[in-house]
């Protein structure tokens, strides 16, 4: 059974950092790409961040680029968000997700390319 398990949300002012972490179990977690998505209250799920399966091509969401970097490390199955400079309109639940299909280097932002998500972490922004 896969899981993924996020954790390092939390509350920080802005201008502040965090380092959310996502870790992986029940696949062989190197195969595949992985995304971080983030959801606020009313809006729906947008995508923020996503890495190869081998780390070697990022994408990202225009609102988060020069802010937030997106890594692996496949020896521990986790992949990280690395957040700085957040600001109040970061503030919403944090998902991390596996990308249905194995070794692809296109990196998808659509939720439905993703089969399997984490629980969530909040992460909230006070200005």
């Known amino acids: 059974q896969v899981q993924l398990v996020e954790s390092g949300g939390g509350l920080v002012q802005a201008g502040g950092s965090l380092r959310l972490s996502c870790a992986a179990s029940?696949?062989?977690?190197?195969?595949?790409?992985m995304a971080w998505f983030r959801q606020a209250p009313g809006k729906e799920r947008e995508f923020v961040a996503a890495?190869?399966?081998?780390?070697?091509?990022?994408n990202y969401a225009d609102a988060v680029k020069g802010r937030f970097t997106v890594s692996r490390d496949n020896n521990k199955n986790t992949v990280y968000l690395q957040m700085n400079s957040l600001k109040p309109e970061d503030t919403a639940a944090y998902y991390c997700?596996?990308?249905?299909?194995?070794?692809?280097?296109?990196?998808?932002?659509?939720?439905?390319?993703?089969?399997?998500w984490g629980q969530g972490t909040q992460v909230t922004v006070s200005s």
């Open positions: 997700a596996s990308e249905r299909s194995p070794y692809r280097d296109l990196l998808s932002a659509f939720p439905r390319e993703y089969d399997y």
């Open positions: 029940g696949r062989t977690f190197s195969k595949y790409a």
């Open positions: 890495i190869s399966w081998s780390g070697v091509y990022r």
